[in-house]
């Protein structure tokens, strides 16, 4: 791997981890901004250290040495930069149940945004999807059923690999469900200590830092790059948590790119997991594309900005 293809693999994870995380930061900065300043730098300084070692940094290590258990904790950490054949062997045969279960979780939601989440409606088409919300179901499940049917006749492991995925995505959608029940309570509560709010606070993060997580094994399956690209974006994230978020906020249709770049990312992963090989820079030029045209539309929306027409879609 030369350096021109680690600098853009880390900068797309870093744009990535930045753009997933944009719900992250104003929920922060909502709940901070109910703390003193004591409080509120330490979770800036330390809240940081735990954000990338302990959940960027662990978690995508975990993941790739449960799905490769024969590496051991230092060969899943160093594995994609091993020329030995055994280990090499054993990444390539592991990777697709890895792949496909990142894959799943990712289209699973994608598709729940498309057809139940709040959102500023950025293409069109989407306000009809946002009225069809009981599909979400019907079609998350016939997913499931086709990807694990051709799982099967691949590598029946493969199978095993989508069924965890989307039930990942189902416990990973239920504690978000809790992180938002608890951000109303720090919003409103008088009686919840500022330590109360840090702790809780650190788990919304590791609920909102999933995404990226998983979303990072599109772009490469080497740990020390996932740890640096995303530790990278979750830096830029506290920095916006601490001064630009009112302006971020500007930005309308920020969210509705993250959400398109998870979907690609989520087809990238579940093609490599059958064999169809995707070139390194596809995940990076898809996430840098995407992303692009959606400021570039969020910029149209907000007035004052020079030699742009405001756009709008059904």
């Known amino acids: 791997m030369d350096i021109i293809s680690v600098i ?73 930069f091993s020329n030995d054949p055994l280990v090499i062997t054993a990444i390539e045969q592991s990777a697709p149940i890895l792949l496909i279960g990142g894959g799943t979780f990712l289209i699973f939601l994608f598709f729940h945004w498309l057809f139940l989440e709040t959102k500023n409606f950025g293409l069109r088409g989407e306000r009809y999807f946002s009225t069809k919300g009981v599909w979400f179901f019907a079609l998350v499940s016939l997913l499931l059923a086709g990807i694990v049917w051709f799982a099967i006749a691949q590598k029946p492991l493969m199978a095993f690999g989508a069924v965890v995925g989307s039930t990942a995505f189902f416990i990973v959608h239920g504690f978000r469900q809790n992180a938002e029940q608890a951000e109303h309570r720090m919003l409103h509560s008088s009686d919840m200590s500022d330590v109360s709010k840090i702790f809780y606070l650190e788990v919304i993060d590791a609920t909102f830092s999933i995404d990226g997580v998983i979303g990072a094994f599109a772009f490469t399956m080497a740990v020390p790059l996932i740890l640096i690209g995303n530790g990278i974006g979750a830096f830029v994230v506290r920095e916006l948590t601490l001064r630009n978020v009112d302006n971020i906020k500007k930005f309308r249709y920020l969210k509705n790119g993250a959400m398109y770049s998870i979907f690609f990312l989520g087809i990238i992963m579940i093609l490599d997991s059958f064999g169809i090989s995707i070139p390194f820079f596809v995940s990076p030029l898809i996430t840098f594309g995407v992303v692009g045209f959606f400021l570039l539309k969020s910029m149209r929306e907000i007035p004052g900005v020079p030699g742009l027409k405001k756009g709008h879609a059904g």
């Open 8 to 80: 853009l693999i880390i900068a797309g994870l870093c744009l990535f981890e930045t753009i997933t995380s944009i719900d992250n930061a104003i929920i922060n900065a909502e709940v901070l901004s109910t703390m003193n300043e004591r409080t509120r730098r330490w979770f800036l300084v330390w809240g940081l250290i735990f954000a990338v070692f302990a959940v960027r940094g662990l978690l995508p290590w975990l993941i790739v040495w449960l799905s490769t258990p024969s590496l051991g904790p230092v060969g899943a950490l160093t594995a994609t």
